[in-house]
C-alpha cells in the first residue's frame, strides 16, 4: 500500500464519514483522487456521496444485482408514491451502486429520471413503445415539489382563468412555488415551468 493510501485510510480511523477536502493532505488533487478510488475498489472505502466516503464496515457489500432487485420491490410497493429521490435508496448500498441500480431500471423502462436525483415510476407508453410515467407531468412536479420541501400555491394563470379575468385555459405545467427551485422537472424534453411567489 503506498504512503498516500496508508495516510487517507489513518484519517478514516474514527469511522466517521468524511469529505474529501477535509482529509487535508499535502498531495495534489489528482492524486488523492486515484488513491480514494483504489481503495473503494479495493473494497476498504465506501462512497456515500459526491466527494464523501467513509470506512468500509468488515461485512460485505450486498451486490449491485440485490440493490437493484431491492430497489425494484421498494418502488413497486409504494402504491400511493410515484416519485422517488435518490436518497430515499441510500441506505441499500453505496452511492455508485445506488447510482448504478437507478440507471439499469432506468434503461430497462422501470423508473423515468425526471430532474437531478428525482425519479418516477414509468411504464411503456402503447403509443411510442418508450417509457413514461404512470402519472401526468403536473402530478409528478407537485409531488416532487413537496419530497424536495417547498411550498406550493396556485399559478396566475391559473387564478385568472378561475376568476374569469382569462379564458384561457391553463396547461397546467406553470407551477407557483415559494422560494427558488434550482432544479429542472420534467422528461422527453417537457419541463413545468416555476413561478415564484413569496
Given at each position: 500500500?503506498?504512503?498516500?493510501?496508508?495516510?487517507?485510510?489513518?484519517?478514516?480511523?474514527?469511522?466517521?464519514?468524511?469529505?474529501?477536502?477535509?482529509?487535508?493532505?499535502?498531495?495534489?488533487?489528482?492524486?488523492?483522487?486515484?488513491?480514494?478510488?483504489?481503495l473503494v475498489r479495493q473494497g476498504k472505502l465506501v462512497r456515500v456521496g459526491r466527494g464523501?466516503?467513509?470506512?468500509?464496515?468488515?461485512?460485505?457489500?450486498?451486490?449491485?444485482?440485490?440493490?437493484?432487485?431491492?430497489?425494484?420491490?421498494?418502488?413497486?410497493?409504494?402504491?400511493?408514491?410515484?416519485?422517488?429521490?435518490?436518497?430515499?435508496?441510500?441506505?441499500?448500498?453505496?452511492?455508485?451502486?445506488?447510482?448504478?441500480?437507478?440507471?439499469?431500471?432506468?434503461?430497462?423502462?422501470?423508473?423515468?429520471?425526471?430532474?437531478?436525483?428525482?425519479?418516477?415510476?414509468?411504464?411503456?407508453?402503447?403509443?411510442?413503445?418508450?417509457?413514461?410515467?404512470v402519472v401526468g407531468i403536473k402530478r409528478l412536479a407537485s409531488e416532487a415539489l413537496s419530497?424536495?420541501?417547498?411550498?406550493?400555491?396556485?399559478?396566475?394563470?391559473?387564478?385568472?382563468?378561475?376568476?374569469?379575468?382569462?379564458?384561457?385555459?391553463?396547461?397546467?405545467?406553470?407551477?407557483?412555488?415559494?422560494?427558488?427551485?434550482?432544479r429542472r422537472i420534467g422528461y422527453d424534453g417537457k419541463y413545468v415551468s416555476f413561478e415564484?411567489?413569496?
Amino acid at each position: 500500500m503506498s504512503p498516500l493510501a496508508q495516510q487517507v485510510l489513518e484519517r478514516f480511523e474514527s469511522g466517521d464519514t468524511l469529505e474529501r477536502e477535509r482529509l487535508a493532505l499535502s498531495a495534489n488533487y489528482d492524486s488523492v483522487g486515484r488513491v480514494l478510488r483504489e481503495l473503494v475498489r479495493q473494497g476498504k472505502l465506501v462512497r456515500v456521496g459526491r466527494g464523501r466516503y467513509r470506512k468500509a464496515s468488515g461485512k460485505a457489500a450486498p451486490s449491485s444485482a440485490s440493490i437493484l432487485e431491492r430497489i425494484e420491490r421498494r418502488v413497486a410497493g409504494a402504491r400511493n408514491r410515484n416519485v422517488f429521490l435518490r436518497r430515499d435508496f441510500a441506505e441499500l448500498g453505496s452511492y455508485d451502486a445506488v447510482g448504478r441500480a437507478l440507471r439499469q431500471l432506468t434503461q430497462r423502462g422501470r423508473l423515468v429520471q425526471i430532474g437531478y436525483g428525482l425519479y418516477a415510476k414509468a411504464d411503456r407508453s402503447p403509443l411510442t413503445g418508450k417509457p413514461a410515467p404512470v402519472v401526468g407531468i403536473k402530478r409528478l412536479a407537485s409531488e416532487a415539489l413537496s419530497r424536495l420541501g417547498k411550498t406550493m400555491e396556485e399559478s396566475s394563470f391559473s387564478k385568472a382563468y378561475s376568476t374569469g379575468r382569462s379564458t384561457q385555459v391553463p396547461t397546467g405545467r406553470t407551477i407557483a412555488v415559494k422560494g427558488r427551485v434550482r432544479r429542472r422537472i420534467g422528461y422527453d424534453g417537457k419541463y413545468v415551468s416555476f413561478e415564484r411567489t413569496r
